[in-house]
């Protein structure tokens, strides 16, 4: 079985920071199309921030020059430093990512997977 399991959520004040990890586990050969997603009650799951397998990264308007997604490809781990957070990034954010594996008989399989989601609480 292959999965994303993250943590680092939490409870902060404004202007405060968390790093969110994002691990897969299971015999996965890599990870590709990584990326944090968050959402927020109410309202549809958005797009916070991706990276490439290169280390192109891509962010949401809200959250450039605060955010900083990377990636640590030989231990297939995402991350996302989140600084300066503002009560309106309280959300549930979800890793994501293409887990690429073999089958026992040799044949790819490629799981486009998410995480469980982890709580971000900013408040004073």
């Known amino acids: 079985q292959v999965q994303l399991v993250e943590s680092g959520g939490g409870l902060v004040q404004p202007g405060g920071s968390l790093r969110l990890s994002c691990a897969a586990s299971?015999?996965?050969?890599?990870?590709?199309?990584t990326g944090w997603y968050r959402q927020a009650p109410g309202k549809e799951r958005e797009l916070v921030a991706d990276?490439?397998?290169?280390?192109?990264?891509n962010y949401a308007d809200s959250v450039k020059s605060r955010f900083i997604v990377s990636r640590d490809s030989a231990n297939n781990r995402i991350f996302l430093q989140m600084n300066n957070l503002k009560p309106e990034d309280t959300a549930v954010y979800y890793c994501?990512?293409?887990?690429?594996?073999?089958?026992?008989?040799?044949?790819?399989?490629?799981?486009?997977?998410w995480g469980q989601g982890t709580q971000v609480t900013v408040s004073s």
């Open positions: 994501r990512a293409d887990l690429l594996y073999y089958l026992d008989n040799g044949s790819p399989v490629v799981s486009a997977s």
């Open positions: 990276i490439t397998r290169g280390g192109a990264t």
């Open positions: 299971g015999r996965i050969s890599s990870i590709t199309a």
